[in-house]
């Protein structure tokens, strides 16, 4: 003897299954849009606080080019070009403001 059961499955029908989600994404979106402004200041908030750590990085780059009596430290010849590359790229994001 089979026993037949649907689960439930002809209680929900398809097109009741794809609704749901299709507006609980809708739903989202409008927060979304209506939380444009929170979303821009916190952007914005977020790259003032990067430009000003670029600026500082690019300050503290400049900075030992002129002094003297300093100490010798001894890097290996990578750590040295990372230590250059990274200067360039400072220097090169702040050519760019």
Request: aromatic share 4%.
């Amino acid at each position: 003897m089979i026993i037949e059961y649907d689960f439930g499955k002809k209680e929900r029908p398809a097109d009741k299954r794809c609704v749901k989600p299709a507006s609980a994404e809708a739903s989202a979106g409008a927060k979304i849009i209506g939380h444009t402004q929170l979303h821009l200041e916190i952007a914005n908030a977020r790259i003032a606080k990067l430009e000003a750590t670029l600026r500082k990085a690019g300050a503290a780059a400049s900075a030992g080019a002129g002094e003297r009596g300093r100490e010798q430290i001894l890097v290996d010849a990578a750590e040295y070009a990372r230590l250059l590359r990274c200067k360039e790229i400072i220097a090169a994001a702040l050519a760019d403001n």
